[in-house]
């Protein structure tokens, strides 16, 4: 980033301060040679004009990150990520909660209009559509959920390798009969990792019955507790379960408790994504750990470098899962 | 809030929406006659000048709300019961995540002005001279943590009530030789539990070394495992654990079993909050409710009011608490 003040600009250009920060951000309310002054001594001094954040403001730049829903714990280290990044930088950094949909994307577009954002950082899985809205106004970046069909940089982790691999751990240590709860299904990761749970019996040649692959709306544990009771109260239950969350895991072993099964003697658990709670419960949960923090770091570093060079190339990333073995396997 | 639309003011004044607009959020853009012959139709119209949030804007009113530290998932509730008030309002909710104090009050201070916010919800408890400081931004709601000396609006609990209620039901049940688990002595609610801790104490006339009231610095699962293995592993040790956090009560519980102690026949637990935590542990956690989405939601609406009305009264609330028995007691 260039260190070029607004001040600067101002005293080349003999207007005030005020007059320069309207030509960058209020252009309506300039008057036409005004602006082509400003403009030239902007160019003389080697600011881009398309784009306004090489100019060092004295304001500090916003980031907007994007969360679905305040409640995943999973969402917290990412955020932590991202605000170490934005800190280091001297950016701002604010936490926007919603399911971004067709009905609330003018209400964003809005927001980010209304506070004059820098950038985004997006974990929602959106149309290419709502992504092409988003980018008429500011830079983005997706970070673990992305379209892959649109040509937008992302950070995130390989899925369905990831629950391959768990899958094998579990099949391996002689969980045959592995059943999988999984989330609601508009997310990529859980597309991905069921992709990955198949893969992984098929090559195994182990077939499970249908109501074994479990899908619940939302990543609730009073959800999964009930659904797992009900796998575990009927007459050819399973000795393994994958979950795509920890929180789900932890359900999987208190449903074992109230059918008095022993975990791991009777049932093997792995959960997904290494959060805290993973390490609270007893047994503790043998899981994928997602490279949270990295993620969000990454994804916020890569914003800082579009809001740079909006038009430079940018390439997307796949961070490593490692599988750590607790105590429920 | 009146229901004068800037356009309406636009047309009486015979100038466009934008010049409003201008008058009413960049007054230095615009001059002085027309100014005046703004302010002149919006006085016919009834509106007060001094107060530009009784002009119902196109835009959606901004509200930050500020929290210490994502990493607690206590404040997940109070976001979402504030999120659905906002929303009923028409408001964006923005969130931001600072231990608030003198040396980045500034850069919060700056932010409030940089996104134009209309009010702000604080889960810190900081100075009056900050709380001053803000206020001459933005109107203010202390939620949870609030400045007691300071004349601002909050609503929270009575911590101090809670935590003798919490005591005395742990000592009516055997629970003779309790250690207080307490976090970060500069929170008000740290304060006042080990207050209540110890007026419970005193009132059935029970004494307990100095060593088994721990302070953390942070509400950390880690710290406190250690901390609660310390006590179980000396040879005067607690039968009874208060924690002023569920994630507390889950060390204990974690602990206790690495010492091979049953809970609660060896040793009771209760902890504060009643986050999902304290139902997801075996055995699951006796813990003091705190009406957490209530406390956001009514901080929020609290807000909305002196928003509308920044010199209306405002009065300050204590919600209930109650005590949820579970397996740990």
Same mark, same amino acid.
């Given at each position: 980033m260039k260190k070029i003040t607004v001040s600067l600009i101002a005293e080349k250009a003999q207007v005030s301060p005020a007059t320069v920060s309207?030509?960058?951000?209020?252009?309506?309310?300039?008057?036409?040679?005004?602006i082509r002054k400003v403009e030239e001594v902007m160019r003389s001094l080697g600011c881009q004009m398309e784009n306004t954040v090489t100019v060092s403001k004295e304001t500090q730049p916003l980031i907007v990150l994007n969360i679905p829903?305040?409640?995943?714990?999973?969402?917290?280290?990412?955020?932590?990520?991202?605000?170490?990044?934005?800190? $280091?930088? *001297?950016?701002? %950094? @604010?936490?926007h909660e919603s399911h971004l949909n067709k009905g609330n994307m003018l209400?964003?577009?809005? +927001?980010?209009?209304?506070?004059? $954002?820098? *950038?985004?950082? %997006? @974990?929602?899985?959106?149309?290419?559509?709502?992504?092409?809205?988003?980018?008429?106004?500011?830079? +983005?970046?997706?970070?673990?959920e992305y379209n892959e069909h649109a040509d937008y940089p992302y950070v995130s982790i390989d899925d369905t390798r990831a629950a391959e691999l768990a899958t094998e751990y579990l099949l391996a240590n002689g969980g045959s009969k592995i059943a999988l709860i999984n989330g609601p299904g508009n997310f990529k990761y859980a597309k991905r990792r069921q992709e990955g749970f198949m893969n992984a019996l098929q090559k195994a040649e182990v077939m499970i019955p249908k109501q074994w692959i479990v899908q619940l709306p939302e990543v609730s544990y009073e959800m999964a507790y009930a659904a797992v009771c009900r796998l575990l109260n009927s007459d050819s239950r399973p000795n393994a379960f994958f979950t795509i969350s920890d929180v789900f895991a932890a359900a999987v072993i208190r449903a074992a408790k109230r059918f008095h099964f022993h975990v791991p003697k009777d049932i093997l658990v792995v959960g997904f994504d290494n959060i805290e709670l993973?390490?609270?419960?007893?047994?503790?949960?043998?899981?994928?750990?997602?490279?949270?923090?990295?993620m969000g770091?990454?994804?916020?570093?890569?914003?800082?470098?579009?809001?740079?060079?909006?038009?430079?190339?940018?390439?997307?990333?796949?961070?490593?899962?490692?599988?750590?073995?607790?105590?429920?396997?």
């Open positions: 309207r030509v960058l951000n209020h252009r309506e309310l300039v008057k036409e040679p005004t829903g305040i409640e995943n714990v999973f969402y917290q280290e990412i955020i932590r990520g991202a605000r170490v990044s934005a800190k $280091a930088h *001297g950016c701002h %950094l @604010l936490i209400d964003f577009c809005n +927001l980010l209009r209304r506070v004059d $954002a820098a *950038g985004v950082i %997006l @974990l929602n899985r959106i149309s290419e559509e709502a992504l092409n809205q988003i980018r008429m106004i500011v830079p +983005l970046v997706q970070c673990c993973s390490s609270m419960t007893t047994p503790s949960i043998t899981t994928v750990n997602q490279p949270k923090f990295q770091y990454t994804a916020c570093e890569m914003l800082l470098e579009l809001m740079e060079d909006p038009h430079g190339e940018m390439k997307s990333l796949l961070l490593d899962t490692e599988l750590v073995i607790r105590e429920s396997t």
